[in-house]
């Protein structure tokens, strides 16, 4: 695996000021995206379905912590409708006319409910349980995303570099924000959609028919604060903290490989005197062997027919997941 944090060099900077994730809809545990940034990697993992805290809670360690709390836009009483589906669970209704037009539907079925206290997700908070920063925040939820990042303005403006968030483009459960109210409210904070990994579903007259999308259902988004916005929320540190959040903020474009934003970071951060010539050098050298690769006559048309063979195996008789 190439290390995301860069090069030796940084190393003091990174054990000092660990790159950390907030993780809400937490089951499951981290993906495998991120295991490569275990070495200074702090965890801060959120998950109020019960029957998944309980898997959690035995993966704790140093750095990785979980809590069994539900986040909201303010601190209330919620029901969360326990699906058949544990990671269907949802604070909203499924929508049964959307649904019922797709296979396995009945893991959308509800088979209880629980009250349960939510909470913001505010620097506050965070601070109550010890942690004093935050880089990334990966927010799953079923239909919930909008409202806690509605309740977690103050870390949009302020601490976090990057976003990873679900959105759906259509109504899977009745009432639900959509991708464009999620896509808004992040633009507004200063944050740019930097990529979509989508899904789509089959209709289940149409579930066996290979090498057919289906509806675009979902996706996870990626969202990376612009440099201007960045520049502001860290504008009150002092250096070594400035020094350690262009660090991370780089660290976390190499593991989306988003290399041409982490060499303008780097780039700026020299100009704004953030970081050294020196340092821009050691990284730039990293990032750039990340980048080479051997090139020859027609690959292009070898990685179409190998990236269209790639999702035509990937994908199956009820959905259809369209990556890299």
């Known amino acids: 695996m190439r290390n995301i944090f860069i090069d030796p060099h940084f190393g003091n900077v990174f054990q000092k000021h660990p790159l950390t994730l907030l993780d809400v809809g937490a089951s499951g545990g981290i993906s495998n995206k991120w295991k490569r940034a275990e070495r200074y990697l702090r ?46 669970s949802s604070i909203f209704t499924p929508n049964e006319s959307f649904l019922e037009q797709f296979p396995d539907k009945q893991r959308f079925e509800i088979v209880g409910s629980v009250d349960l206290n939510a909470k913001r997700l505010t620097q506050q908070m965070l601070a109550d349980e010890g942690i004093r920063d935050a880089d990334f925040l990966k927010v799953d939820t079923q239909g919930g995303e909008l409202f806690i990042l509605q309740g977690a303005n103050d ?96 660290s976390i474009c190499l593991v989306y490989r988003m290399y041409d934003y982490a060499l303008y970071l780097c780039d700026r951060a020299v100009k704004d005197n ?49 990556e890299e």
């Open 43 to 88: 965890v801060v993992g959120f998950e109020p379905d019960k029957r998944a805290f309980e898997g959690l809670k035995a993966k704790s360690n140093a750095s990785q912590r979980f809590l069994n709390t539900a986040l909201h836009d303010k601190n209330d009483v919620l029901k969360l409708n326990l699906t058949e589906g544990q990671a269907n």
């Open 155 to 250: 870390l949009l403006e302020d601490l976090l570099f990057g976003i990873e968030v679900e959105v759906e483009f259509v109504p899977i459960y009745r009432e639900q924000p959509l991708f464009s109210d999620v896509d808004k409210l992040l633009q507004e904070k200063g944050f740019q959609l930097f990529d979509l990994r989508r899904y789509y579903w089959k209709r289940e007259v149409g579930a066996g028919i290979r090498m057919v999308k289906g509806q675009l259902i979902f996706a996870d988004a990626l969202y990376l604060k612009s440099y201007e916005a960045f520049l502001r929320a860290i504008s009150g540190l002092n250096v070594e903290q400035k020094q350690a959040k262009i660090l991370k903020a780089i």
């Open 274 to 322: 953030i970081l050294e010539k020196t340092e821009k050098e050691i990284i730039f050298k990293s990032i750039s062997k990340r980048m080479t690769r051997f090139s020859f006559r027609g690959q292009g048309r070898l990685a179409k027919f190998l990236y269209k063979l790639h999702l035509y195996l990937k994908s199956d008789r009820f959905y259809f997941v369209d």
